[in-house]
């Protein structure tokens, strides 16, 4: 997972330090030595992660944090500092930080830390699309239109859940467990074949007389939407 990250850090060998590691983990990396700088490229640009220190020159920390919340920027953003007490780490969560990490820490931890931000920020901006698509196929959770191409698809409630479903999560392996659980809140496996019906069913409505299947089993795992 390689993405574009802020670090705002005014400790010139802190900061190469961390910038070196996410290099070598195949980040970009753009950099401000002071918070003023930091706001600027944080409101300018767009980052997967903006990395925090609270002690900086010129605009502290939480300072930062807080023009950023109030200016709609909802890039995670996690801080990193010497205040590592528990008022301190509260303060930061309470001024909108995304998590808190003290001083001294280890590069595995921030890295860890910044991925799992990472995966989160997608996952919301997943949730908050309203049209969902797949090459063709395009599916709109405000209308509840489904269409292939040009043409349209009429959906039962329950297909809609799991087309939804398997669009949001396309490209992954998604397993009969996940399935019954996100779209039959079900917590346990009732032991019938109802996800096979309803993928046979709905993979019928969505592939068949297209030249490119788009529903994929994945043989002893589960299933995977995807284009290719």
């Known amino acids: 997972m390689a993405g574009r990250i802020l670090l705002v850090e005014d400790d010139p060998q802190i900061g190469d330090y961390i910038a070196r590691g996410f290099a070598e983990e195949g980040f970009t990396v753009d950099r401000a ?14 980052f997967d992660v903006v990395v925090l220190d609270r002690m900086l020159p010129g605009m502290d920390g939480l300072s930062v944090l807080k023009a950023l919340r109030a200016a709609d920027v909802e890039t995670p953003v996690l801080v990193l500092s010497a205040l590592g007490s528990t008022d301190d780490r509260v ?8 998590d808190y990490l003290g001083k001294p820490f280890s590069f595995a931890e921030l890295l860890a830390r ?8 997608n996952g919301r901006q997943k949730a908050q699309d309203t049209v969902l698509r ?23 409630p329950r297909e809609f859940r799991l087309l939804e479903y398997m669009l949001l999560h396309q490209g992954e392996v998604v397993t009969r467990t996940m399935l019954l659980e996100a779209v039959w809140d079900y917590h346990f496996d009732p032991g019938t074949n109802v996800i096979d019906v309803h993928i046979s069913r709905l993979r019928r409505k969505i592939d068949d007389g297209e030249e490119r299947a788009l529903f994929h089993t994945v043989r002893g795992a589960g299933y ?5």
């Not at 303060?91 to 995304?98: R, S």
């Not at 910044?114 to 920020?121: S, T, W, Y």
């Open 91 to 98: 303060a930061g969560l309470t001024a909108g930080a995304d």
């Open 33 to 46: 030595a002071n918070g003023r700088d930091g706001l600027f490229l944080a409101t300018d640009s767009q």
């Open 134 to 156: 797949c090459a063709d196929l395009e599916l709109d959770r405000l209308t509840r239109l489904v269409r292939r191409g040009a043409r349209k698809i009429t959906l039962q």
């Open 114 to 121: 910044v991925q799992a931000l990472m995966r989160r920020g």
């Open 224 to 228: 995977r939407m995807a284009a290719d």
